[in-house]
């Protein structure tokens, strides 16, 4: 584990770097977005999506540097999801990251105006990857559609949608609401996971069995993701996985899940170790 917690610090300070660098404001009368961006942007979490697209990058053999304008993007997508969650006709969440949420340091509508501008922005930095040698207009073109699709109506938005508004509905069956826990899963948190690790697959050059492999890996991983998440953090107003399945099957679930993610990794032989490593951290992480 000691490789993977220096592998994790080593690659949340370059990312963080580079947010920085790139969310800087040059223009005066844009200054007051710009600092709501980065106030929801900083100091962040674990920037574990970015560092799953560096990760990826690196096992399919491409220098991961290269790849952190992408990175960041998909950090910046999480992000503005955030935002918009909290917001009062959403989760209506007064704090994330033990401080005021957007909407409560700034207002309702900054924070949605933030969302927005993370969201545009970062579909910037994915195109601006294109600059860096060995990364074709083509790859380009195709990480902004798996980015675009994990994020909209088909990924976060839709599993937003069920969560806001359909698991929780007056009279609603057992088997209705674990139908949309599970879609929520998918669709909410997997689908920008999935999508993170992608990302630095196809940007890479990946063969087409080592983007599968990978595909696999990030379905799983994205989904016992969130299955931990519901461990750690069950709200009373909110009927999760736990609720539904019970403490014992959600640790099966999650338990089987990362191996599966793990066993997707054989291909890559001895340079499976970080993503095999990241997969377990799904479940031992503190959230």
């Not at 961006?37 to 697209?53: D, E, H, Q, S």
């Not at 790859?139 to 902004?144: D, G, L, P, R, T």
């Not at 359909?166 to 920008?192: C, Q």
Request: glycine share 6%.
């Amino acid at each position: 584990m000691n490789n993977l917690n220096k592998y994790l610090n080593y690659w949340k300070k370059r990312v963080n770097s580079a947010l920085k660098r790139y969310l800087a404001s040059s223009d005066n009368l844009s200054e007051v977005i710009y600092k709501a961006i980065r106030y929801a942007v900083f100091p962040g979490g674990k920037r574990f999506r970015p560092i799953l697209t560096i990760a990826s990058a690196e096992i399919c053999g491409i220098d991961p540097s290269k790849v952190l304008p992408t990175a960041c993007a998909v950090e910046l997508i999480h992000s503005y999801s955030l935002v918009h969650d909290d917001l009062p006709s959403m989760d209506n969440d007064d704090y994330r990251r033990n401080k005021p949420s957007v909407h409560r340091k700034f207002n309702e509508g900054m924070a949605i105006l933030t969302g927005d501008a993370l969201l545009t922005k970062a579909f910037e930095f994915i195109a601006e990857n294109a600059n860096i040698a060995g990364i074709s207009d083509e790859k380009i073109v195709e990480i902004i559609k798996i980015v675009a699709r994990a994020s909209g109506a088909d990924g976060m938005v839709g599993g937003q949608v069920a969560d806001t508004f359909m698991i929780n509905k007056p009279g609603a069956t057992k088997t209705y609401t674990s139908r949309f826990v599970n879609y929520v899963h998918s669709h909410k948190t997997g689908a920008l996971i999935e999508a993170s690790i992608l990302a630095g697959a196809v940007l890479s050059g990946g063969s087409r069995e080592e983007i599968n492999a990978l595909k696999n890996y990030g379905e799983r991983i994205g989904f016992a993701f969130q299955i931990a998440d519901d461990m750690f953090d069950v709200k009373k107003d909110r009927v999760n996985y736990s609720d539904i399945y019970g403490t014992k099957k959600s640790k099966r679930d999650t338990n089987r899940l990362i191996d599966e993610a793990k066993k997707s990794l054989e291909i890559f032989g001895s340079k499976k170790e970080i993503l095999s490593l990241l997969a377990d951290y799904v479940v031992t992480r503190k959230n």
